[in-house]
């Protein structure tokens, strides 16, 4: 199976403020996700990561507030811009992977809270 | 059309016993419907997926039961442990692995098993 880590795992912000996370894969995925997960809620997709161009938002996301970064087949970067309570959230990478058929493999998760 | 619908919220079940979740779904375009199981700050993790060409698979002692023509989609857990406590989701897509291949989750459900 492959392994997707995330940076950081937590986060405590001030309002107004951005929060750079960070997804880092095992080995190289051919596509790769954000989600937005609110508390014991489900999973949301906010933008599909794409390696050297802009990324594909979703209905209701937009790059301003979150823009992501995608330069290589490893690694990708979410922006959560310009903070409110209302972005508290977990947010999620995930990916499929070279090989990997038809498994979306995700990463644990970075909880945020936005005070 | 989008949406995947889940029941129930919650679950408790003995330890032993069967645990049944249900999902419905509108759009007949969906023919990839998997489960992911997602444990406390963990990220959810791929439990058993189904292509609507089957009405069921059995793997180990979960189960997915599938009727294309109501449109529903279970998961039963059978012999159910308390180590199958954790959070639930159905999902469906239009194909898998690719770009147009989004995961559409159902609002999950909370299993806990009572020793």
């Known amino acids: 199976s492959a392994v997707i880590s995330q940076k950081p795992s937590r986060d405590i912000c001030q309002r107004g403020t951005s929060l750079t996370i960070q997804c880092q894969v095992d080995?190289?995925?051919?596509?790769m996700f954000w989600y937005r997960q609110q508390p014991g809620q489900s999973l949301t997709l906010i933008a599909t990561a794409n390696q050297g161009s802009e990324a594909t938002y979703e209905s209701g996301f937009v790059i301003d507030k979150f823009p992501i970064s995608r330069p290589n087949l490893t690694f990708s970067t979410l922006t959560v811009s310009n903070m409110s309570p209302e972005d508290s959230s977990i947010y999620l990478c995930s990916g499929f992977f070279r090989g990997g058929g038809e498994t979306q493999y995700f990463g644990p998760g970075t909880r945020l809270l936005v005070l | 059309q989008q949406q995947v619908k889940q029941s129930p919220q919650s679950l408790i079940v003995q330890k032993g016993g069967i645990s049944i979740i249900n999902c419905a779904y509108e759009n007949t375009a969906f023919d990839y419907f998997p489960w992911y199981q997602q444990f406390p700050g963990k990220g959810p993790a791929l439990l058993i997926a189904?292509?609507?060409?089957?009405s069921e698979k059995k793997e180990g002692r979960f189960t997915i039961s599938f009727n294309k023509s109501a449109k529903q989609f279970s998961l039963h857990i059978m012999d159910s442990q308390p180590g199958d406590s954790a959070t639930y989701f159905c999902?469906?897509?239009?194909?898998?692995?690719?770009?147009?291949?989004?995961?559409?989750f159902g609002t999950g459900t909370l299993l806990a098993v009572q020793p």
């Open positions: 080995s190289q995925v051919t596509m």
């Open positions: 999902a469906a897509s239009i194909g898998y692995g690719g770009a147009t291949n989004k995961l559409i």
């Open positions: 189904i292509r609507p060409d089957v």
